[in-house]
Every structure is written in C-alpha cells, then in structure tokens.
C-alpha cells in the first residue's frame, strides 16, 4: 500500500513540476546522439528490431522514428500522465504468505484474483503528500565533446604506461569504429580476496554494497549513454566503465569515493546476507546439468568454494567481519588498468592517476598470482557422484589437457569442434538420451579442455556415462575415416570463428583486457591460436583423438548429478576412481 501510494504521489509530482521545455530537450538531445553514433549489433538482433518497429511506424521512417523528438507538446504529456490512474490500475503482488484460492494448471502456481475496492481507489488517488520524493536535475553526465580525437601515436596494440608499483596502465587510442567512445577498466587485486570461505562472502558483501550505493548516482550516468559495471572474481574485483568518454572522469571519481569508504549499515547488511543465503540454496535447486557442470571447477579450481563450504561460514558473518575485512582487502593489493577508445594517453594517464592516489601507497603493493588448476591423472577416470532434488539425472564428461600450450589448445579446440554436431546428433536425436546435450570447449584458467554433457528424464547418470564412452569409441571410427578434404572444413570453421571481425568498441575491449589478465602482452593469442589450428595435420588429429579421448593419455573428471527416479548402485561406477571431495584429487597443479 504504503508502494502504491508513493508512485500515485510522483506522478503527481511530475503532473504539477515536472513538465518543462528543458526536460524534452534534454531528451531531444541523447535520442540525437544514441542514433548518431548507434553501435552495430548482430544481424538477427537487427532485423527483428526493425520487423518489430515496423508494426508502430512507416518503412521509411523504422530507422530514425525511435530516436525522434520533434515537438513539445506539454498538452499531449498531461492527457497521458491523466490516464495514469489507480481505475486504470492492473496490481499484481507476489509475496509469501498470501491467501489463495486457485492454482494455474500447468505449474500448479497457487494464486487469487481481487477486485480493488472503492475505497483503496479513493484512497490511492489521494495519497499524502511525500517531502522525500523529488524529480531529476538536469543530468551532469551528457556529453558535450563528441569528437573523434586525433590518433597521433597511431599504435595498433595497447601500450604499458608506467605509473609507479603496484599499478599498471595499459592504454590504446582505438577510434577505429568512429565513435566518440572509450572503456576504461580496472581490477584491483587482493590476496585477501578469496584465500578463504570467509573472505570469498566478504569480497561479494563488498562488492554488493557499493553495487548498491552507486544504484542511485549512477542513473543519471546510464541515461546519458555511460555505464558501469561492478563484480566480483577470484583474485578480487573489477569496474568497467563504457560510454562516452567525455564525463567518464565524473564517474570514475563517484566509483572509486565509494570503493574506498563505502556506507555500511546492518539493515544493508542483513539484506544482502539473505540474497546469498537464498542464492546458495537456489543453487543446488538448480538444473542437473547446470549443478554438474558447477562442480568440474568447484573440484578444480582450489579458488572455488562450494556451497557446503560456504552456508555455515555465511551464517557466522556479521557487519563488525566485513569492516575489518575492508581494511585487510586494500592492504595487499595490485592495480591494473585499460584504457581504450576515443582518449589520448594524457587522458588516460589522468583517470589512471585517480586510482593510485587513492589505493596505491608503497607498503600496501603485492601480486595476486592465478588461482591453480588441478592437474589430472593420466587414465585415471576420477567421479564425483551426488543426489539432486529432481527427477532427470544429469553427467559431464571432463576430459582435460596436459598442459596450456598453444598446440594444445588448438587440438581441443579442434576436438570440440569435430565433436559437436555428431555428438548431439547421436545422443540427443538418434538415441534421445536426453533433451539437453551438448559438447563444448570448457577452459579454466587457460588449462583446454572439453566437456560433455546430458540431462536425461529417462537415463540413470550412470548409463549416459556408458553412452557417452560408447559414442567416443564409435567416432573414433569415423575419425580415422576423415578425409582431408572433411578436416580441412572443420579447420577453416574454426579460424572463422576464431578471427571473427569485431563490430564494436566493447568486443575488442573485453578481448584485450582479457589478454591482459592471461598476461599475454602481445596480444596476439587469436592470431596464435589460429595459426596453431591451421598448421595441424589430419595425422594428427586422428591420432591424438584416440590418445586423448579414449586412449591412455585421457585425463577425465566426470560428474553425476543422480535425479529422484535413479537410486545409483554402489558397484556400478566400480569402472571409475570415486571421490568425495578435492582433495581426493592429485595434489599436482598447472
């Protein structure tokens, strides 16, 4: 109630001060630039946005209706915001502890229909007046430079520019895609960040905490077409700012004010402790093979915790833990930032300056090495088996590689790409194991890999193991059938997509900036990669294939997620290596 009055309340607002000329021209001037310097997007994206355009606007016009504002017409704003009233009200609620009286046929969801009474209409189309509501100000983040700036450097590759320890800058004047836009990212890298239970909540505690504190200041900033993420990973965190590059500075500042000294309260505190908490048990709600797929790097990654791990030491956490907590993150630290888009290396240099004035002292610098990869055992096929509160079963096949060169991952690339289609096309279509299956490419770390996997309502987790080795061993036969003509397809495939163009300024920012977190400062790993696929022989392939797939080179992890209809017996997994947990595993690391 006290929700519904708030909104009739800022409507009303608006209604009486919130229609003025600046405000349309102020978004006269955003739509102007959005279709300006409009980024592509996939085709299939695009022409189903124009079909969809196309029921509200004449053929000629689809392209630059959306972006259109032409007239300000005060008169046309009220007779809409008029029609916004409590009679004309749809109110859906969802909530605990609702009394019901009905439930939907298919899902058995539980619900009751009302009619709204007179008197809530009456008393919602009065509602008292709020001195804590308040209308936007004119927005301090719409760009007024929007020029393309003169690349003199002329560099192709991001440049180091050195800042002093404990922060490294890397900077590229990209204005290839003609758009007055830039990234800046920046990770900041603790030792504290996930080295325990404890710390892993406390650096998700952090990173919601600020997430929310930024929610209201940020707003304006994503409107004027600059955006912001925020997030946890597992040697700490990372921002990353898109947009037009003209006010980024203003919103680096706000970001890095609230990172160092963000507002904490034990009301937030209790809120987000119980989003976790849900969270963590949602989790094991989750589909089987999503829960399965989870453990392969649960059991190993030594950087991932799992949720037994977690929930009990959740519980104990109190706000007095993460103010500690906050202080021990910033004292072990490393900065390392990327610049790219429409801004010179001064500019750059500037925003990079923010962060080490503020995180950066001379006593508090220390490198965040990689989270280590457990390293399998040759033909030693390893099993964690666990019951799901769901009726399917559900199996990954891990198979890993034995080291992380480039020969490597381009075999398991190679191998992915083979397997896909005559994998799906067996088990799901042919054999209707299950109806999700699917091969892919599962990398951790860098460390290649593939994974194969199935849901399955009518296969116990143990026989699609059986199915899946059987179909391993079938296509062997049609791999050393492969033509080299066949292979050669498969090849030109995969460098396609490899080398795939990037349309967009955020595509090759996110390559880059992962580069630089693989700390290959050449940034040519595509191109190597590539290469490394080009260069391989169909010999090789059919060798390897039997060697590492199905021979005695195989290093493989597999997961059962066993569902309600499948009770596993003990002596039908006896062909593998069970385990309970990671330490069961070798103690031997990429």
Do not use: C
């Not at 900065?335 to 790219?340: C, K, M, Q, R, T």
């Not at 990669?529 to 493989?556: H, N, P, W």
Request: charged share 25%; net charge neutral; proline share 6%.
């Amino acid at each position: 109630d006290a929700i519904i009055q708030a909104t009739f309340a800022y409507i009303r607002l608006i209604q009486e001060k919130g229609i003025a000329t600046w405000r349309f021209k102020e978004q006269q001037q955003l739509a102007q630039m959005d279709f300006n310097f409009k980024e592509k997007r996939a085709g299939i994206h695009e022409v189903t946005g124009l079909a969809s355009q196309l029921q509200h606007y004449p053929t000629r016009d689809i392209l630059l209706a959306p972006y259109l504002f032409e007239e300000y017409r005060p008169d046309l704003i009220r007779a809409l915001l008029n029609k916004l009233t409590p009679k004309n009200m749809v109110l859906m609620l969802v909530a605990k502890g609702i009394q019901t009286e009905k439930v939907t046929p298919w899902f058995e969801t539980p619900y009751k229909i009302n009619p709204v009474t007179p008197e809530e209409i009456n008393r919602w189309s009065h509602p008292p007046t709020d001195t804590t509501l308040s209308l936007p100000t004119p927005n301090p983040f719409i760009a007024q430079d929007l020029s393309i700036k003169p690349n003199l450097a002329e560099n192709v590759l991001p440049q180091r520019i050195t800042m002093g320890k404990g922060l490294t800058l890397w900077h590229l004047q990209d204005t290839g895609f003609k758009t007055p836009r830039a990234d800046f990212y920046f990770t900041i890298r603790s030792v504290k960040a996930n080295d325990t239970p404890a710390h892993r909540l406390l650096t998700e505690f952090y990173v919601r905490t600020v997430n929310d504190q930024l929610g209201e200041f940020s707003y304006p900033a994503y409107l004027a077409g600059l955006d912001y993420q925020l997030y946890r990973h597992v040697r700490g965190l990372s921002v990353r700012i898109s947009g037009y590059q003209d006010k980024q500075p203003e919103l680096l500042k706000a970001i890095i004010k609230t990172l160092k000294q963000p507002r904490l309260s034990e009301d937030k505190f209790a809120i987000f402790k119980n989003e976790m908490s849900r969270g963590l048990e949602n989790s094991q709600k989750d589909q089987p093979y999503n829960q399965a797929l989870g453990w392969i790097s649960k059991l190993t990654l030594l950087s991932d915790w799992n949720e037994e791990q977690l929930k009990p030491v959740l519980d104990s956490l109190t706000l007095k833990d993460l103010k500690t907590f906050l202080v021990e993150f910033q004292q072990q630290i490393e900065v390392v930032a990327l610049a790219n888009g429409n801004l010179d290396a001064e500019e750059a240099k500037k925003m990079a300056t923010l962060l080490q004035v503020e995180f950066i002292q001379s006593d508090n610098i220390q490198a965040v090495p990689h989270q280590p990869v457990i390293r399998l055992t040759q033909n030693t096929p390893f099993l964690y088996s666990f019951d799901v509160k769901h009726p399917d079963s559900a199996i990954t096949t891990f198979i890993q590689g034995e080291d992380k060169t480039i020969s490597t991952t381009a075999r398991f690339a190679l191998f992915n790409q083979v397997l896909s289609a005559p994998f799906y096309q067996a088990l799901r279509t042919q054999q209707q194991r299950g109806y999700i299956v699917f091969a892919t490419g599962m990398n951790l770390m860098d460390v290649p890999a593939t994974a194969l996997v199935i849901q399955s309502p009518n296969t116990s987790a143990v026989e699609l193991g059986h199915h899946i080795d059987a179909f391993l061993t079938k296509f062997n036969t049609q791999v050393q059938k492969m033509t080299e003509e066949e292979f050669s397809k498969h090849q030109s495939a995969l460098i396609t997509r490899i080398m795939e163009k990037e349309t967009r300024l955020s595509e090759r920012s996110s390559r880059l900036w992962h580069e630089i977190d693989r700390e290959n400062y050449e940034f040519n790993q595509r191109e190597k990669l590539a290469q490394a696929v080009s260069t391989y022989s169909l010999g090789q392939f059919k060798q390897e294939y039997k060697s590492y797939l199905i021979g005695d080179s195989r290093r493989s992890l597999t997961v059962m997620a066993n569902g309600e209809r499948f009770p596993v017996q003990a002596e039908a997994i006896n062909q593998y290596h069970p385990i309970k947990k990671r330490d069961d595993l070798p103690p031997a690391f990429f």
